[in-house]
């Protein structure tokens, strides 16, 4: 994902004045260093990288999964220190707008009698979590509309998928199923620049949400 930013950053505007590639890497970024750091590193080191960025005056597209255990401290870290988030396990704009389609159908079939839904997601073999931040982010928006019915989540991991999503509705005589498909990975890439255009001078802890208004 980093070297696909590096060499698509040109492209939106940006220039790209430092790479980070190893633990402890971040502590060398001075203040004013950079305008937005864009990171899609590792859980582990997500809260330290905030951190770091955050004391350092640089706003921060997050594209990292798994480290949301550690969001409140991180949101309230970001309100003092006066810099700008934006988080999203997912940085595909087709993404933002599949997860309201499955918002809107949530709502419609929540009361449906007999009724059950899914969620499947299929990635690369590298992937390193299972299930995925985006089917987690797809399950929890289900739920905030209102859908308290049973989800069963599975997972696939083979080859190079880029990643693909579906969540199904189903019900005594039909079948609902969205589905979102990635052809190529470039396309995190390409929203987490845009990400990082949206967020510039900005304020706050932001979803993609915001920046899709």
Same mark, same amino acid.
């Given at each position: 994902?980093?070297? =696909?930013? +590096?060499?698509?950053?040109?492209?939106?505007?940006? +220039?790209? @004045?430092?790479? @980070?590639? *190893?633990?402890?890497?971040?502590?060398?970024?001075? &203040?004013?260093?950079?305008?937005?750091?864009?990171?899609?590193?590792?859980?582990?080191?997500?809260?330290?990288?905030?951190?770091?960025?955050?004391?350092?005056?640089?706003?921060?597209?997050?594209?990292?999964?798994?480290?949301?255990?550690?969001?409140?401290?991180? /949101?309230? #870290?970001?309100?003092?220190?006066?810099?700008?988030?934006?988080?999203?396990?997912?940085?595909?704009?087709?993404?933002?707008?599949? #997860?309201?389609? @499955? +918002? =809107?159908?949530? *709502?419609?079939?929540?009361?449906?009698?007999?009724?059950?839904?899914?969620?499947? +997601?299929?990635?690369?073999?590298?992937?390193?979590?299972?299930?995925?931040?985006?089917?987690?982010? #797809?399950?929890?928006?289900?739920?905030?509309?209102?859908?308290?019915?049973?989800?069963?989540?599975?997972?696939? /991991?083979?080859?190079?998928?880029?990643?693909?999503?579906?969540? !199904?509705?189903?019900?005594?005589?039909?079948?609902?199923?969205?589905?979102?498909? @990635?052809?190529?990975?470039?396309?995190?890439? &390409?929203?987490?620049?845009?990400?990082?255009?949206?967020?510039?001078? &900005?304020?706050?802890?932001?979803?993609? /949400?915001?920046?899709? !208004?």
């Amino acid at each position: 994902m980093g070297r =696909l930013v +590096e060499s698509l950053a040109a492209s939106y505007g940006g +220039e790209v @004045v430092g790479v @980070v590639t *190893s633990a402890g890497g971040i502590d060398r970024i001075s &203040r004013g260093a950079a305008d937005v750091a864009i990171d899609f590193s590792t859980a582990a080191a997500v809260p330290a990288n905030i951190k770091h960025l955050a004391a350092s005056g640089i706003n921060v597209v997050e594209g990292t999964t798994g480290w949301h255990a550690h969001e409140a401290e991180l /949101r309230e #870290l970001v309100a003092r220190s006066g810099i700008a988030v934006l988080a999203s396990a997912n940085f595909s704009i087709g993404m933002g707008i599949f #997860l309201e389609l @499955v +918002e =809107l159908a949530s *709502s419609k079939w929540k009361s449906a009698t007999g009724s059950g839904a899914w969620i499947h +997601e299929a990635h690369h073999s590298a992937k390193k979590d299972a299930p995925s931040g985006t089917a987690l982010m #797809l399950k929890a928006a289900m739920a905030g509309a209102g859908y308290d019915a049973p989800v069963d989540i599975s997972s696939s /991991r083979a080859g190079s998928i880029p990643g693909t999503h579906t969540v !199904g509705f189903d019900s005594v005589s039909e079948t609902v199923a969205l589905t979102h498909t @990635v052809r190529d990975r470039a396309v995190f890439a &390409r929203g987490a620049l845009e990400a990082a255009k949206w967020i510039h001078g &900005r304020r706050g802890w932001f979803s993609l /949400r915001d920046m899709l !208004g």
